[in-house]
């Protein structure tokens, strides 16, 4: 008996199980998650996609999370040869238009954590938008995949 198509349709199954969206007005909000974190890390990284639907653009203003004292919003940029990151008091989504915060870009930076992020955890946030308001999502802490640059590290 052939088991391979049995395997892929239950890697289909578990994969759309653990893909989660959120909706707060206009926005679509994909994939909430995290990277796993070592005893000795007091910040950790915090990756999602926002999609606009509507015609006015929105902001990404506040973020916060029991397993952090506190959530800054951050990008990444290169200045000459170094990579410099900074706070930043928004994130817009212009009207149509999609912005992922990733590894090496815009991000959340999770402060003061409380205890190591583990993978397969998971940990309420939530997000303030200027015209979408408040909504809470559920970041799943995922392994990262090999190769993969880990900026979430102490800097």
Known sequence: MNLRPLAAALALCAASAFAHDYSAGALKIGHPHARPTVA???????YLKLVNTGAVADRLLSASTPVAQSVQLHTMRMEGDVM??????????????????KPGGMHLMLMGLKAPLVAG????????FEKAGQV???????APASGAAGHDKPH
């Open 40 to 46: 000795s890390q007091s910040i950790g990284g915090g």
């Open 121 to 128: 955890q998971r940990f309420p946030l939530t997000l303030g």
């Open 84 to 101: 410099r990151m900074r706070e930043v008091e928004s994130i817009e989504i212009a009207p149509h238009q999609t912005v992922e915060l």
């Open 136 to 142: 809470t999502v559920d970041v799943t802490v995922d």
